[in-house]
């Protein structure tokens, strides 16, 4: 009997239980591509059904939530429901023809959200940044989630992280291409490590990244593998064990 509540504690420990993801850096930027108009993300916690986030290319003005902090005008707003079931943690989705009415979301239902104003939906390929949050409404953020910029943050033509919330490293990543950039992906390790969250600082790290600069990107497709938490060998031996015992149990009272 012990055996057999180990291994349904293995069990337990392996299955994630949905989330609204909260927290800065619950969920990154895994692409981004100028060409196409469109990004990919990573979630680090299993999203519950039907989170609504929120992205902008818009830049934010620096000020704190609340005190000032706003988006500027003259680009977009857009609006991803993540659909009726549980998105598991690792998961990535794509984001395709944002500027296009065609746009759509591998995961989910993607829109363009209706704020007053918004216009341009095609991504810059001199200098973008991208924001994820919550919020009552596209136009008002509650909590960032992740940000993106193909230079630096930092000036106003690039957007601001303070007010944000988000750091670098911690939610957010700047590419530093001194001309902008067609296309940048995540190329690190993606089925090596024990835990979700352990990728975080790879995908947080542009060291991880590859941006080969100007080029033609419009067909190129993001890498959609998803991240796969490999358990450690003790795990599995419990996970064994316990299973084990529950078939010889299972064959005691059949006899």
Known sequence: MKLKLAALAALSTLAATPVLAQTAGDIAFTSVNADEDGWALVT???LAPNTTIYFSDNEWN???IGS???FNTGESFHQWTSGGAPIAAGTVVRFAAVDLTSLSASVGTLNRAPVTGSSNYGLSQSEESIYAYLGSNASTPTTFLAAISTKSFGIATAGFLTGTGLSLGSGALQLGIATGGDFAEYTGTRNT???IAAYKPLVFNIANWNNPGDGTFAATVPNLTPLAAIPEPGTYALLLAGLA???WVAR????
């Open 44 to 46: 680090f916690v299993t």
């Open 62 to 64: 620096g000020s704190a």
């Open 68 to 70: 000032g902090g706003a």
């Open 193 to 195: 490590l024990t835990s």
């Open 245 to 247: 015992a529950v078939g």
């Open 252 to 255: 005691r009272r059949q006899g």
